[in-house]
């Protein structure tokens, strides 16, 4: 019998598409339900940050962090001021460091739960979405008593903090910490193990280690692959190295290493170590003046520096480079997001149109940080 | 039935056949369906540790009633590109077949639209008339979203009306008559005549039929849940996926027919369950009516019964879908054709040979 002749359709997701998380679109070749490509299309959240930066003060750029990764704005921050303290040699109290640990560990456990919440919806469930953002409100609510901001915090500043913790701020989080852990498991019942979820997850979008490192990935994709690769214990930054905790990696428990189901699993286990850290952390905060070493004129000597970060998404680098000015003369970014989004034609190919979606959501990207 | 008490009471045929068709569709679909959307809103909230609607009359009872006021004042918009006929008559096919299935239920003893001896096999019938609907509105709207929507819905409900079908062909086996008021009318009065308990049959069969028929009765809730495209089965309006699938490129009324549809299948198949295996509208411990000796008595706690086994088993429905994950397009098949049919077919045989049993 002669071979049927069939044609293929593009279909195009986006940019306004209830799954692609912001405005991405994704162009879809299709054969009947089996994707033949898929070509991402970026550049709809584009806001000119790093042309923006040239033209502030180091100071007046932390907001402008903020609006990156706008699920995990004190990281953002972290990373910048970081960077320039580094830059300009300042030595912050420990005090600050503590609180930049505790409030970047929060930050990355409300992005996870957004990450797995989201994801949750992609697969079709939509009830532990909303348990997710119960448990995120909570720490928002933690995030606005200290700065009054709930989403965009510009929290850190260069040399110390914007204001410090509240006295109530401690028991309420212990309290959340306490209850966050109860969540865990009822998450895990209701999606992790679910025998639909697993049978949508497993075997689903596999990203071999050498193809995550090739391609770059960092942060839970490439752990979810199995690479045992955080920054945080790799390449430790302010304090991270006085805690005891795990890294996660994919495991292939439920079917071949760096599936979807891997990749989300690391996210909820990361969550758990997250708060471990948060429990050592204020077990050991010293008291002290947050705003003692934050400079009257931020002005760093000429040069140049790439830090990097351990950012909920994955490795996000500051490369900043001053000609000894009030202004950066260049702020480049390596946002994780972007590095991360290219593996999905990889990974989607051959599979099916629902798994361009499951795919899409365990990579867990923001626009806000691709485009910039 | 109720079509004569009308034609008598008007003196005209037409007109009492007519008003009783309409009946169902004023006395329970539009309220019925009205209070079904607010009840999945509230209990969706329940689940999931929200409110809910609680701002249009008292704890928001009247939401529903605002929504629908809403999509009437809407815009009527026909893409340009759209085929006009097909999709102007879609919403209206869907509509019909699941507005024809409600002329076989049997309300009660004496309500019921049309009490033909048919009945299941009618139901079966026209309540898979709107796949043709479906596939209208998927093909019109000239949607890529809507048209894949279609097409998966169309696959998956011709697949599910197998087993769903064994299933049933399984319980009417032993039954012996489609009629589905005269099959309410043997579950008599006890819950233990009931033919997921083996219904009215003497001696050892009885307990044997217990466990054929509850596994019927699962796979036939499974099928129907597939049928009416309800989660883990909602690929067809997969909203991550395909936006809103088949009804993408629908608005104002034309997509809340589709919405009053998808409701009133709801309880469409919960109807057929409830009248075959359930005990249809019979009350499960006998009536007040017979112990009070007020006959007129009888037939309205026969209604409420009946509505109220029927939603009981749409808010099962309501409860799997914001439990449940949903299944992918290939997983959906292979879970139809390799586990729910040939069990189905198993379930079949093993009841036929329960029936010989002397």
């Given at each position: 019998m002669a071979e049927l002749k069939t044609d293929q359709i593009v279909l195009n997701m986006g940019p306004q598409h209830p799954s692609t998380h912001g405005v991405l679109r994704l162009e879809v070749v299709l054969d009947g339900e089996v994707v033949v490509d898929v070509k991402p299309h970026i550049g709809?959240?584009?806001?000119c940050f790093e042309k923006h930066a040239e033209a502030m003060t180091y100071p007046q750029v932390i907001p402008y962090t903020d609006r990156m990764d706008y699920l995990a704005s004190m990281y953002m921050n972290f990373g910048y001021v970081e960077a320039v303290e580094r830059l300009m040699n300042i030595e912050v109290p420990e005090r600050v460091k503590y609180i930049r640990v505790i409030m970047g560990e929060l930050q990355r456990i409300a992005s996870h739960l957004v990450a797995v919440g989201t994801f949750g919806i992609d697969i079709g469930a939509f009830t532990p979405f909303l348990y997710c953002f119960r448990d995120r409100e909570r720490i928002l609510d933690l995030f606005e008593m200290t700065c009054g901001a709930r989403l965009l915090y510009n929290y850190m500043w260069i040399g110390g903090l914007s204001h410090d913790l509240p006295p109530q701020f401690i028991p309420k989080l212990k309290s959340f910490l306490k209850d966050f852990r109860k969540s865990l498991k009822e998450l895990n019942d209701l999606l992790s193990y679910n025998k639909i979820f697993i049978d949508r997850t497993a075997n689903i979008g596999v990203l071999p280690a050498d193809t995550a490192i090739n391609y770059g990935c960092t942060g839970p994709v490439l752990r979810g692959s199995g690479v045992n690769w955080d920054l945080r214990k790799n390449d430790p930054y302010s304090i991270y190295d006085r805690f005891d905790f795990e890294v996660c990696v994919g495991k292939g428990e439920m079917g071949t290493v760096g599936d979807c189901w891997d990749r989300y699993m690391v996210r909820v286990r990361e969550m758990e170590q997250s708060c471990r850290i948060i429990e050592q952390a204020i077990e050991q905060i010293p008291d002290g003046d947050v705003t003692s070493a934050i400079p009257k004129r931020v002005k760093p000597p000429v040069g140049e520096i790439y830090f990097r970060v351990e950012s909920p998404k994955g490795e996000l680098g500051y490369h900043i480079v001053s000609d000894?000015?009030?202004?950066?003369f260049r702020v480049k970014v390596r946002a994780p997001s972007f590095v991360n989004l290219q593996i999905l034609p990889i990974i989607s190919r051959g599979h099916l149109v629902a798994d361009i979606i499951a795919n899409l959501g365990s990579l867990d990207i923001v626009l806000g940080e691709i485009d910039r | 039935m109720i079509s004569d008490y009308l034609a008598e009471f008007f003196g005209n045929k037409i007109l009492g056949y007519l008003i009783s068709a309409a009946l169902p569709l004023f006395l329970w679909i539009l309220p019925y369906a009205l209070y079904a959307v607010y009840a999945e809103r509230k209990v969706s909230a329940f689940m999931q540790d929200r409110i809910g609607p609680n701002r249009v009359g008292p704890k928001g009872l009247l939401q529903t009633i605002a929504d629908i006021l809403k999509l009437i004042q809407k815009e009527d918009i026909v893409p340009a590109s759209a085929d006009k006929p097909l999709f102007v008559t879609a919403p209206y096919v869907i509509f019909a077949g699941t507005f024809a299935a409600f002329?076989?239920?049997?309300?009660s003893s004496v309500y019921i639209g049309s009490n033909i001896d048919l009945g299941v096999f009618y139901i079966m019938a026209v309540s898979s008339f709107s796949v043709i609907g479906i596939l209208m509105a998927g093909w019109a709207g000239n949607n890529k979203y809507s048209l894949y929507g279609a097409m998966r819905s169309v696959a998956q409900i011709v697949s599910y009306e197998v087993p769903a079908l064994l299933a049933i062909v399984t319980a009417v086996m032993v039954i012996g008559t489609l009629n589905l008021n005269e099959i309410s009318q043997m579950q008599t009065s006890r819950f233990w005549n009931w033919w997921i308990l083996g219904g009215p049959v003497e001696g050892i069969q009885k307990f044997l039929y217990i466990i054929p028929m509850i596994i019927a009765f699962i796979i036939f809730f499974i099928a129907s849940l597939a049928e009416v495209n309800?989660?883990?089965?909602?690929i067809p309006e997969a909203e991550s996926e395909?936006?809103?699938?088949?009804?993408?490129?629908y608005t104002g009324m034309k997509f809340a027919m589709f919405f009053l549809a998808e409701y009133g299948n709801m309880f469409v198949v919960s109807a057929i369950s409830v009248s075959i295996f359930f005990g249809g509208w019979q009350s499960p411990f006998g009536y007040l009516g017979n112990s009070l000796g007020i006959n007129w008595l009888i037939p309205i706690e026969q209604v409420f019964w009946f509505l109220f086994k029927g939603s009981l088993l749409v808010l099962v429905q309501m409860w799997l879908r914001w439990t449940l994950p949903r299944l992918r397009v290939d997983q959906l098949m292979s879970l139809c054709w390799k586990y729910l049919t040939p069990y189905a077919f198993i379930n079949l045989v093993i009841v036929g040979i329960i029936t010989l049993i002397k």
């Open positions: 709809y959240l584009h806001r000894g000015s009030l202004n950066p | 002329a076989a239920l049997p309300f309800r989660t883990p089965f909602d395909l936006v809103a699938g088949f009804h993408t490129e």
